[in-house]
């Protein structure tokens, strides 16, 4: 099969072309700038491709609800020009096939769950932590919605003890999102996160940031698999930092040997690297294309 997928970011958009086999065979990316432009390529890129289904992975949030006449939509990003756009109206309009639409983390915990780190299992949850934060939940067999979706990044959480920075998220200030992302770790130091050593004080306060929401989502969801990506997660140190903040968070209260003795294989990069969500777009355009569907909400 030839399946087109489009992985929107708040910074950039990567299209590309793959096929049943989770196998991207040709991609592009450029700048997520206003809608019209950026969609303008993206059409352009697809057009004389022969795709059977385009899956659709995308910054949030977005609309969901089938009911809704908003479907399709993107609804209160800051993302400038975003806001209210007719993401995957406009898509349909261009192109006469199914199409599977989610969130960016969404899509890409559905793709480790096909081809990468939480394959053969029923549930895992998926971080990215980069320009923003985001999570994706799968449980019991299905990518999780709900009232709108998950927006695990603007989770509130305790201020660590030595942190005096206010916060960036416009809507809450200083959750999760506000505290950790990206550009909350540049404005606190007045330096990009790539440029930080590994022995920064930056990153045990990084650690204990996301730590913190691990630990809740451990409590919450108990997932099978804990799979963190994005920018920030580069920073291979983080791991291990993460690792041992959620295990002294739960205080041995979640009896599981897979939490107590073998959480390097529970708390894991993923398996799909950087692909992640352009393979997690093209398991929703798969599903689409054998479901017939705008919608994939199972995998078997």
Not at 89 to 117: C, H, Q, R, S
Not at 135 to 158: A, D, N, T
Request: proline letters at 6%; one cysteine or more; charged letters at 20%.
């Amino acid at each position: 099969m030839r399946i087109g997928a489009i992985e929107a970011g708040g910074t950039k958009i990567v299209c590309g072309i793959g096929n049943e086999y989770g196998i991207i065979e040709d991609r592009i990316q450029f700048p997520t700038e206003q809608p019209e432009p950026t969609m303008e390529k993206v059409i352009a890129y697809f057009q004389n491709k022969g795709v059977e289904a385009i899956g659709i992975g995308t910054f949030g949030p977005i609309n969901l609800d089938l009911k809704s006449e908003q479907f399709g939509h993107v609804t209160t990003t800051p993302k400038p020009g975003w806001s209210g756009y007719r993401f995957l109206p406009t898509l349909k309009k261009a192109f006469d096939v199914p199409f599977g639409w989610d969130t960016d983390v969404n899509a890409a915990a559905y793709g480790e769950v096909m081809w990468g780190a939480a394959q053969g299992l029923d549930s895992c949850v998926y971080y990215t932590i980069g320009t923003g934060i985001g999570v994706g939940v799968y449980s019991e067999g299905k990518i999780v919605h709900g009232l709108v979706h998950p927006e695990g990044g603007h989770l509130l959480i305790r201020r660590h003890k030595d942190d005096a920075f206010e916060g960036l998220c416009p809507y809450h200030g200083d959750c999760l999102e506000g505290m950790a992302a990206g550009p909350a770790i540049e404005a606190r130091w007045n330096r990009k996160a790539i440029d930080l050593p590994i022995d920064h004080p930056s990153w045990q306060m990084e650690a204990f940031y996301i730590g913190q929401a691990i630990t809740g989502v451990i409590l919450m969801l108990s997932p099978k698999k804990v799979i963190l990506g994005g920018g920030v997660m580069h920073q291979q140190q983080l791991f291990s930092m993460i690792r041992e903040e959620v295990q002294r968070n739960l205080n041995g209260y979640v009896s599981s040997e897979t939490i107590l003795t073998n959480i390097d294989a529970y708390i894991v990069p993923p398996s799909l690297g950087d692909n992640a969500g352009l393979c997690g777009a093209l398991a929703l355009g798969l599903a689409a294309a054998m479901e017939n569907c705008t919608w994939p909400l199972t995998h078997n």
